[in-house]
């Protein structure tokens, strides 16, 4: 099977910066786009970055200029550097990937969340 885990959450002071990571791991024939999205307590999970395969990325607006979001196709990771941090940043990030795995099926998989915090 395909497995996401993610690293690299923590408390952090407002104003400070993390680096999340996530790795895939498993049957893995080919990973196309790459994600995070966030989820905040009483909100809906949004979706932070995206880095195609090509290398393509996308943010949502309350994070551009203040991250940047890559991927080493050679480790089957992603990264999500987050600068200036707010405490309206505080949420558990999900790491979210489109696997082709080696039986030919392709889905959409989720790691199980890292809790970034942002207070002083």
């Known amino acids: 099977q395909v497995q996401l885990v993610e690293s690299g959450g923590g408390l952090v002071q407002p104003g400070g910066s993390l680096r999340l990571s996530c790795a895939a791991s498993?049957?893995?024939?080919?990973?196309?786009?790459m994600a995070w999205y966030r989820e905040a307590p009483g909100k809906q999970r949004e979706l932070v970055a995206s880095?195609?395969?090509?290398?393509?990325?996308n943010y949502a607006d309350s994070v551009k200029g203040r991250s940047t979001i890559s991927r080493d196709s050679a480790k089957n990771a992603v990264y999500l550097e987050m600068n200036s941090l707010r405490p309206e940043d505080t949420a558990v990030y999900y790491c979210n990937a489109n696997i082709l795995n080696t039986y030919g099926f392709r889905a959409n998989h989720w790691g199980q969340g890292t809790q970034v915090t942002v207070s002083s």
């Open positions: 880095i195609s395969s090509s290398s393509n990325t």
């Open positions: 498993g049957r893995i024939s080919s990973i196309y786009t």
